[in-house]
């Protein structure tokens, strides 16, 4: 059985999911935060089986969610999931159960934008110059060595919660303010809750402002 991870039954992963449908031989679950209700007519017919969650990416309820599917439907062969945030939690899961797939480590690698560039310098792959600073002093002080100007983004921007900003001078450090960090889920401590850094394509700057990677239903 293959199982396809995402938060919503919405219409952009949803062709990923039609596409795993089609696999020849294969019988495909969804495990989501969405109700099987939400899932459309066309897809329904072609779904086993569907378990819902709390959050997606609380590796407590994934394991819970791949026992009881195993349980009522069969062994599970394949874990999958398109969204760039579940790739370490996805990884990890298929670790634990013994199943091939993307592995941690290769998943970091994708996942944290600083970890990658390291990684493709050491392959001898041209690649910007960059830095992971923690402080505002820090960024400044790699804008010295380097130059203006600087991109700004997260190590590991989430698709909803992105800020990159391009910096031009000195001057646009004095609008780096840290934000108050959201609401932290006693169970789900290092995902859902916030990177406190943000990284570049150019440079990798500052930590202490926060961003989310929490996946909130979007509004309609």
């Known amino acids: 059985m293959v199982v396809f991870v995402l938060p919503f039954f919405m219409e952009q992963t ?26 459309p007519a066309d897809l329904a017919g072609s779904v086993a089986a569907h378990w819902r969650v709390r959050d997606v990416f609380d ?20 874990i999958m999931g398109t969204l760039e945030q579940l ?20 998943a970091r690698n994708f996942r944290d934008k600083s970890r990658m560039k390291d990684v493709l310098r050491e392959a001898t792959l041209p690649c910007a110059r960059h ?40 001057a646009t450090w004095r609008r780096m303010h840290p934000m108050p960090p959201p609401p932290r889920s006693p ?19 500052a930590s202490g402002i926060r961003f989310p990677t929490t996946c909130p239903r979007p509004s309609s």
Not at 21 to 37: F, I, K, N, T, Y
Not at 87 to 106: C, D, N
Not at 187 to 205: D, E, H, L, R, Y
Request: some cysteine; glycine content about 8%; hydrophobic content about 45%.
């Open 14 to 39: 949803l062709r990923f999911v039609r596409g795993a449908a089609r696999l020849p031989g294969s019988r495909l679950a969804v495990v989501s935060q969405d109700p099987l209700e939400r899932l």
């Open 59 to 78: 590796l407590d309820q994934l394991h819970a969610a791949m026992a009881g599917l195993a349980a009522r439907h069969g062994p599970i062969d394949c």
């Open 87 to 106: 790739q370490v939690p996805l990884a990890k899961l298929r670790a634990s159960l013994g199943l091939a797939g993307m592995s941690i480590e290769t």
């Open 131 to 170: 830095a992971l600073v923690a402080r505002g002093a820090d960024a400044r002080r790699f804008a010295a060595e380097v130059g203006y100007p600087l991109v700004i983004k997260p190590p590991a921007p989430s698709a909803r919660f992105v800020s990159t900003a391009r910096w031009t001078s000195n």
């Open 187 to 205: 169970k789900n401590s290092s995902q859902g809750t916030s990177i406190p850094s943000i990284a570049s394509t150019f440079a990798v700057a």
